[in-house]
């Protein structure tokens, strides 16, 4: 069982950035690939970035490359998401999920343990 807490959401201007945190629990969270997914109010869940258990291997949606970084530290049992140069159309709630596919996955059906997800609000 692994349970997951996001945290760093807020409010932030065009063109700022944040840093989203997503705290996992238990001792195996470095053999689980990690993943950002977010979802807009009357939109299906999309998919942001991922990266694998060792962090080695990561990809992103076209959308945010070039914009956003996924990271992790598995001594600390954490995956990050530093979001720049935000947009008023990357406003959703964002979540973090755990994958035992190891290499990680855009498809959510992949994903085991969810975050509850922490709101982003980009104004223009």
């Known amino acids: 069982q692994v349970q997951l807490v996001e945290s760093g959401g807020g409010l932030v201007q065009a063109g700022g950035s944040l840093r989203l945190s997503c705290a996992a629990s238990?001792?195996?969270?470095?053999?689980?690939?990690m993943g950002w997914f977010r979802q807009a109010p009357g939109k299906e869940r999309e998919f942001v970035a991922t990266?694998?258990?060792?962090?080695?291997?990561?990809n992103y949606a076209d959308s945010v490359k070039g914009r956003f970084t996924i990271s992790r530290d598995n001594a600390k049992n954490t995956v990050y998401l530093l979001m720049n140069s935000l947009k008023p159309e990357d406003t959703a709630v964002y979540s973090c999920?755990?994958?035992?596919w190891g290499s990680g996955s855009r498809d959510y059906r992949q994903y085991n343990y969810w975050g509850q997800g922490t709101q982003v609000t980009v104004s223009s």
């Open positions: 999920a755990a994958s035992s």
């Open positions: 238990g001792r195996t969270f470095s053999s689980y690939a």
């Open positions: 990266i694998s258990w060792s962090g080695g291997s990561t």
